[in-house]
């Protein structure tokens, strides 16, 4: 049994059975075969909408750009989100989109700009099958930055049939999420979460619903 499984078994019992049930039951349906990116988002409704999306759609990961924008939430409209989702924040470079991309590109993933382009695809006809994938919403209002262009692997449009040349971000984000985690649930890709990354989050849930320390969590796991 690893440590990880090990202190899950402990502290479980310092919660109620329906609680560890309900998070059995997300953790279940959480994914990292896709992800998101948020670059420049700076309203902190969209910006905490946006995380309530992702959590909402069983996106376990998301990574934020700071370059000119700290990303800021509003705890009414999160409603806790953040709470569950494991972020990554880019902020210490002079190019943090070049920083997050690169280290997503490392790790395996396809970087897809989400903004009109000659070489887009529809979002009903994106291909999840080709391996996973970043999906990167750029800022309010000048969208995704050059960097996001020249390093993307594909590019993914919503089609829109109105005056409007495009919807709001977190409105973005939930349709196109809606769209691609419908496909991945209804599919025969290996999506769901690792046993590793399963217990890993799931002991970091644990620990944060817990009312005690980290260090009388820690006392406590050492005593059992």
């Keep these: 049994m690893t440590p990880e499984r ?32 948020l670059e420049d988002i700076f309203q902190p409704h969209n910006a905490s ?14 990574h934020i750009i700071e370059n000119d924008n700290e990303y800021k939430v509003n705890p009414d409209v999160a409603v806790g989100a953040f709470k569950w989702l494991t972020i990554t924040k880019y902020n210490q470079e002079k190019n943090n ?55 993307a692997d594909e590019f993914l449009r919503i089609n829109m049939f109105g005056f409007t040349e495009s919807f709001n971000i977190s409105v973005s984000v939930a349709l196109t999420l809606y769209e691609l985690s419908h496909k991945l649930r209804n599919s025969n890709l290996d999506w769901k ?14 620990k944060k619903n817990i009312k005690i320390s980290e260090k009388a969590i820690n006392k406590y796991l050492n005593e059992q």
């Design 193 to 206: 979460l690792t046993e590793n990354e399963y217990d890993k989050i799931l002991l970091e849930w644990l």
């Design 97 to 151: 989109t070049k920083t997050a991309i690169e280290s997503l590109k490392k790790q395996g993933y396809r970087i897809i700009a989400t903004t009109p382009h000659k070489n887009d695809v529809e979002l009903r006809d994106f291909d999840i099958t080709k391996g996973k994938f970043a999906l990167v919403f750029g800022s309010e209002m000048p969208g995704i930055t050059e960097t996001v262009q020249d390093y």
């Design 6 to 37: 090990q202190a899950i078994e402990k502290l479980k019992n310092l919660i109620t059975e329906e609680r560890y049930s309900r998070f059995i039951e997300v953790l279940n349906n959480r994914t990292r075969y896709a992800t998101v990116v």
């Design 49 to 62: 909408a946006c995380l309530r999306s992702c959590d909402l759609f069983g996106i376990q990961d998301v």
